[in-house]
């Protein structure tokens, strides 16, 4: 590992370190916005949840509609409902424990209801404003997950990014210096001694 060759070795590692981790949260991300089904209200829209469990539901304060960027905050008076087109039967909305936020390609939102179905299949989402105004029109976003599991989900991601960086360098470091020892033993045999 005597050739100055290695350095940039080392060099290429780290930064793969840092490459591999950008790329791994951003498919964790860009997983996360596929699993979120958008809809624009107020009215009714059918959705289909496709796995049982817990969702939350999120507001979103910087979104797109109709191609159009918005900005907005939760309406006063806001009412949300959810009931499975099947059965008619309500869903239990609930006030969101957690404070979830996200920022994802240009929009953020912020969990404001949880709730937990029993069986998939397509659900009305209904949201209506006071006096049962049409405007502003606003986007709500439904997404599988409580706010415990994808807190731990998050920080799952950062640790396997941390340590796909902190690995790189780790591995370059070593090569840095097994590199540089060697090349300073080669130096100094090939040095002739002091007073030969």
Same mark, same amino acid.
């Given at each position: 590992? /005597? ?6 070795? %080392?060099?290429?590692?780290?930064? !793969? ?27 009714? &829209? ?18 797109? #509609? ?31 424990? $957690?404070?979830?936020?996200?920022? !994802? ?6 969990? #404001?209801?949880?709730?937990? #179905? $029993?069986?998939?299949? &397509?659900?009305?989402? %209904? ?18 997950? $409580? ?29 840095? %210096?097994?590199?540089?020892? &060697?090349?300073?033993?080669? /130096?100094?045999? %090939? ?6």
């Amino acid at each position: 590992m /005597r050739s100055p060759l290695w350095f940039v070795v %080392a060099a290429a590692i780290a930064i !793969l370190g840092f490459v591999g981790a950008g790329l791994y949260v951003w498919l964790r991300l860009d997983r996360f916005d596929l699993h979120v089904t958008r809809v624009v209200l107020p009215g009714s &829209q059918i959705v289909h949840l496709d796995r049982a469990g817990p969702y939350m539901l999120y507001f979103e304060k910087r979104t797109f #509609i109709d191609g159009q960027f918005t900005q907005s905050k939760v309406p006063e008076g806001l009412r949300v409902t959810l009931s499975s087109v099947a059965t008619g039967t309500p869903v239990d909305l609930a006030d969101s424990k $957690s404070s979830v936020t996200y920022s !994802l390609q240009g929009r953020d939102g912020e969990a #404001i209801l949880g709730f937990t #179905i $029993s069986k998939p299949g &397509q659900y009305r989402l %209904a949201a209506s404003l006071p006096s049962g105004r049409t405007e502003p029109k606003f986007v709500l976003a439904v997404g599988y997950g $409580s706010g415990p599991t994808l807190i731990a989900g998050m920080f799952r991601t950062i640790g396997v990014a941390m340590a796909l960086v902190f690995g790189g360098l780790g591995i370059a470091s070593v090569i840095v %210096a097994v590199t540089a020892v &060697q090349r300073d033993k080669a /130096r100094r045999a %090939a040095s002739p001694p002091l007073g030969g």
